[in-house]
């Protein structure tokens, strides 16, 4: 069974930092592109970042580029996503999402909630 | 960036009735790259459809996707009372993603 379990979340203040893990488990995590998508409070879903398999194609969304860095160690089947200079508009709760044939997304976790707050 | 705009913001419907979603897009999108997926209140969003007519694994036949270019449309033929929820449709396309605002099928 295939499970992406998150964690890290917390309450920061403004321009602090935070790093999310999340942790894949009953596939081949090697083999998958690894997302990270958003959600505010009441609102819809944002895509973050993207990683590559082999961690060689890296992309980000243009509001969180320059502060967020996505990394993999497919040794320990995980993901993070480093979150620096954090914003109130960045408090939302964060999805970790396995990408199939890098077009959607087939397995999400629970989700980890950010808040960015003084 | 393309940019996907879903209607109606909010769709009122009895169990039983079809429902219609429509995803319509800034430019034209590869119909290969257009997927949907519905989420209930506080869980993870779930792929239902994907390459805008595919169903995802397990998905029942009472959803349907069609269309192509800039126009595209969940079908739910006839609702079960699980089916309320927020449906969200999704593009990929230069290396990024983008979704709609989302539709709400509340029960009516």
């Known amino acids: 069974e295939v499970q992406l379990v998150e964690s890290g979340g917390g309450l920061v203040k403004p321009g602090g930092s935070l790093r999310l893990s999340c942790a894949a488990s009953?596939?081949?995590?090697?083999?998958?592109?690894m997302n990270w998508v958003r959600q505010a409070p009441g609102k819809g879903l944002e895509w973050v970042s993207s990683i590559s398999s082999s961690s060689s194609y890296i992309y980000y969304a243009d509001s969180v580029k320059g502060r967020f860095t996505i990394s993999r160690d497919n040794a320990k089947n995980s993901l993070y996503l480093q979150m620096n200079s954090l914003r109130a508009e960045d408090t939302a709760v964060y999805y970790c999402?396995?990408?199939?044939?890098?077009?959607?997304?087939?397995?999400w976790g629970q989700g980890t909630l950010v808040t960015v707050s003084s | 960036e393309i940019v996907l705009t879903q209607s109606p913001g909010t769709l009122s419907l009895s169990p039983g009735e079809r429902a219609t979603l429509s995803c319509r897009a800034s430019?034209?999108?590869?119909?290969?790259?257009l997927a949907w997926y519905q989420q209930k209140p506080g869980q993870a969003p779930r792929l239902l459809i994907y390459?805008?007519?595919s169903r995802a694994t397990g998905i029942p036949d009472r959803f349907s996707g069609s269309g192509s270019g800039t126009d595209f449309t969940l079908t739910i033929s006839r609702l079960e009372p699980e089916d309320f929820a927020v449906y969200y449709c999704q593009q990929y396309g230069s290396s990024a993603y983008t979704f709609g605002q989302g539709t709400k099928l509340e029960i009516k």
């Open positions: 430019q034209s999108v590869s119909s290969s790259y």
């Open positions: 390459g805008a007519s």
């Open positions: 999402a396995r990408a199939v044939d890098a077009i959607c997304f087939d397995y």
């Open positions: 009953g596939f081949t995590f090697s083999s998958y592109s």
